[in-house]
């Protein structure tokens, strides 16, 4: 909204010597910035009110594990706040609408997303508490494949929607000022170390993989919905998640704003996608969120984010690699996510295949580590440098082409 007010402002502003205020409009770079800045404030300014609110509602976790020692040492967490990403989910709104072009496509699909997945979170923790109230003993909250299906379903659509939306964005930026001989591509796959441009010159690499609707959508649902279960997943110790998401959304904020300027994507060799340098305002915004969150829910945390935070957070970064293409560096980037998720997935399945037998103590795996002698914090903090580590590599890899 201060975008397209200052925007329509403009004039009126350089006369009374206010013109700088462009820098609202013309630099996106200054508005991701601001972005992380007023995501952070808004979080921290309504941490203690919403933290007193939560306790108040009695909306209190009780985690409970199958598996005694794990419930020995997660006992002194009985009663902490959660639902708690209200906080995150408000302050990554407020931010996106206040500094993004809101008139935009790809801005709004990412506050459709958010308001999507963080509505399933809530309604899942809040089933959770309320049968927890009535007895003790029940957490069950949505069955898993009623969470699953509107994971998957709400993914396809949306990828549809990119999809869509992908050649319509081209031949719009076509007609405003991008050169006649720009290739649309807003529909590869991007692959790692393959070169979407022909090395000086602005023509496409004709080895390049066009993805169509379906499977176009299909990679979005995999994106999206996985990753929303593996922040689920990773949300399990005090600053975990959050931090790793601080990492994670920073180093997307990067990625799209190469995306989004043609000369940065030309440069570097990587897909051009008209636009999608808006995004750095909603990874901004995220980045800025979670360090906020971060300021009450590390260790020892005043309050949990709950599927209420957790869900809409990964979701929302699936979402914003499919629009500038970079899926398979958010696996990299991601890798910690991956990795809870996998582990819960080889868990689960030898398990089975086994009948009753285990590879880890306990998943998802940040817990294996905890019961194997790592403190909480040693395991948080050593996630969060693995984040960092991996984000640096996939940063430089850009460059291997």
């Known amino acids: 909204m201060i975008y397209l007010l200052i925007q329509w402002m403009e004039q009126w502003l350089e006369g009374i010597g206010l013109g700088f205020l462009r820098v609202f409009v013309y630099q996106d770079t200054f508005r991701a910035v ?3 800045i007023l995501a952070f404030a808004v979080v921290v300014g309504s941490g203690k009110w919403t933290i007193r609110k939560l306790l108040k509602l009695k ?45 935009e496509f ?13 509505g399933l979170g809530a309604m899942d923790d809040w089933l959770k508490l309320t049968s927890q109230r009535r007895n003790p ?39 405003e000022n991008l050169p006649q001989e720009t290739p649309n591509m807003t529909h590869i796959l991007n692959l790692p170390f393959q070169r979407t441009w022909m090395p000086g010159t602005g023509v496409e690499n004709p080895a390049l993989i066009v993805l169509g609707p379906w499977s176009f959508g299909i990679l ?11 922040t689920n997943l990773t949300d399990g110790m005090d ?5 790793v998401m601080i990492v994670v959304s920073l180093a997307f904020l990067v990625l799209c704003l190469i995306a989004g300027i043609e000369e940065w994507a030309k440069y570097l060799l990587v897909p051009y ?10 990874a901004g915004a995220m980045s800025g969120a979670c360090l906020g969150f971060l300021w009450f829910n590390c260790h020892p945390a005043q309050v949990f984010m709950g599927d209420t935070g957790s869900l809409p957070l990964g979701a929302l970064i699936g979402y914003i690699a499919v ?7 958010l696996i990299l980037i991601g890798a910690v996510l991956v990795a809870e998720a996998l582990s819960v997935i080889v868990q689960v399945g030898y398990f089975k295949l086994s009948k009753g037998s285990r590879i880890f103590r306990c998943a998802p795996i940040h817990y294996h580590f905890h019961l194997s002698g790592w403190s909480e914090q040693q395991v948080v903090v050593r996630f969060w440098l693995m984040t960092a580590l991996m984000a640096v590599v996939a940063l430089a890899t850009i460059k291997l082409r």
Not at 70 to 97: F, H, S, W
Not at 273 to 282: H, K
Not at 323 to 329: F, G, S, T
Request: overall charge negative; hydrophobic content about 50%; aromatic content about 10%.
């Open 106 to 118: 790809y801005v709004q699909m990412a506050l459709v997303c958010l308001v999507l997945y963080a």
């Open 239 to 243: 600053g975990l998640l959050s931090g």
């Open 137 to 175: 003993n029940d957490r069950e909250g949505l069955r898993a494949w009623e969470k699953f299906v509107f994971q998957i379903g709400w993914a396809l659509v949306l990828g549809l929607f990119i999809h869509h939306h992908g050649e319509y964005t081209y031949q719009q930026a076509l007609a």
């Open 59 to 103: 909306i209190g976790d009780n985690p409970e594990f199958n598996h005694s020692d794990l419930n020995r040492l997660m006992r002194q967490k009985a009663a902490t706040p959660t639902m708690g990403g209200v906080l995150v989910v408000v302050a990554i709104g407020i931010a996106t609408l206040l500094l993004a072009n809101i008139t």
């Open 323 to 329: 629009v500038i293409r970079q899926e398979l560096l």
């Open 220 to 230: 979005t649902l995999l994106m999206i919905s996985g990753f929303s279960n593996a």
């Open 273 to 282: 996608v008209p636009y999608s340098s808006e995004l750095a305002i909603v």
């Open 34 to 36: 601001a972005a992380a």
